[in-house]
C-alpha cells in the first residue's frame, strides 16, 4: 500500500518498523493508529493460539495477536524490573474491529523508494510467505513488508 508521495514525482513507501528477534518488520503506515505498552491481558478460552486475549485501550475492546506465534516463531516471556509482563503492540483497525500486534519491539518509521520493492523471495521461510507482501534490501538486511489483512485473518474455528 502506497503511501503519499515525499515530493513531485518522488514515488515512497512508507512504514512502521516492529521487530520480531533480529528481523525487522514493516507494517503499512496507512494501517497503524497506534502504539502503545500493555500488561492488563484478559485470555480468551479456547481462542486460536495467536490471539493472546482482549484488552482495552481507551475504553475500546481489542483482540491482542502475538505477531511472533503468528510468524511461527517461539514465545519468550519479557518481564520488566518489578516482574511484571509488559508487552509492545502496535494498534490497528480492520473491517470495524480493533487489534494490537504484539511484538518484541517497535523501531522508527521507514520511508522507502518505491522502486527498492521486490517480490517475496522464494527462500522466504514458508510460514511468512503468506503473511508478506515483499520485501526491500536494506543496507545490512531484508525489510520483510507484512501483509496486514493476511496477519489478521486467523482461523476462529481452529480451536474448536
Known sequence: MAAEPAAPGFDSLD???VMIGDQILGLPIGRVHDVFITNRITLVPRAPSEIIGLL???GR???A???RRRLGRPVT????REGKTELVAVGIDHEGEAYALIVDAVGEVMRLDQSTFEPVPVH???SWTALATG???LDDRLLVVLDVDALLAIEL???A
Open 15 to 17: 512504514y512502521v518498523t
Open 56 to 58: 482495552n485501550l481507551r
Open 61 to 63: 475492546i481489542v483482540t
Open 65 to 67: 495477536i502475538c505477531l
Open 77 to 80: 516471556p519479557r518481564q520488566d
Open 124 to 126: 522466504l521461510d514458508r
Open 135 to 137: 520485501v526491500h534490501r
Open 157 to 159: 474455528d481452529a480451536a
